[in-house]
């Protein structure tokens, strides 16, 4: 299984991004999809995931009201609309499939497969 982000990129504290994830296989309609992210010096954290049977979501607190996430399982793809953003915001940022659980878990370790991230810079 392969995942590959897109739509990272520098943006103005304030402004917006959309990030898309596009998996690869037969089974995503059934996988349990996860975004994180991680900045410098720091370990990868959760930021919003999206359960496959009833897309059902979670958010860190750090997100809520201005991420969402969102998927298309025609496209195999799933997004991360990220709106007002903040400097803080600035980190890599990666999707992540589990392909056993039907929850919108934060636990990372839950995760089988993970992209390769892509860049999110937010300046002040």
């Known amino acids: 299984v392969q995942l590959v982000e897109s739509g990272g990129g520098l943006v103005q504290a304030g402004g917006s991004l959309r990030l898309s994830c596009t998996t690869s296989?037969?089974?995503?309609?059934?996988?349990?999809m996860g975004w994180f992210h991680q900045a410098p010096g720091k370990e990868r954290e959760f930021v919003a995931a999206?359960?496959?049977?009833?897309?059902?979501?979670n958010y860190a607190d750090s997100v809520k009201g201005r991420f969402t996430i969102s998927r298309d399982n025609a496209k195999n793809t799933v997004y991360l609309q990220m709106n007002s953003l903040k400097p803080e915001d600035t980190a890599v940022y990666y999707c992540?499939?589990?392909?056993?659980?039907?929850?919108?878990?934060?636990?990372?370790?839950?995760?089988?497969?993970w992209g390769q991230g892509t860049q999110v810079t937010v300046s002040s």
């Open positions: 999206i359960s496959w049977s009833d897309s059902n979501t």
């Open positions: 992540a499939a589990d392909r056993d659980v039907d929850q919108p878990t934060s636990n990372k370790w839950n995760y089988h497969y």
């Open positions: 296989g037969r089974a995503f309609s059934r996988y349990t």
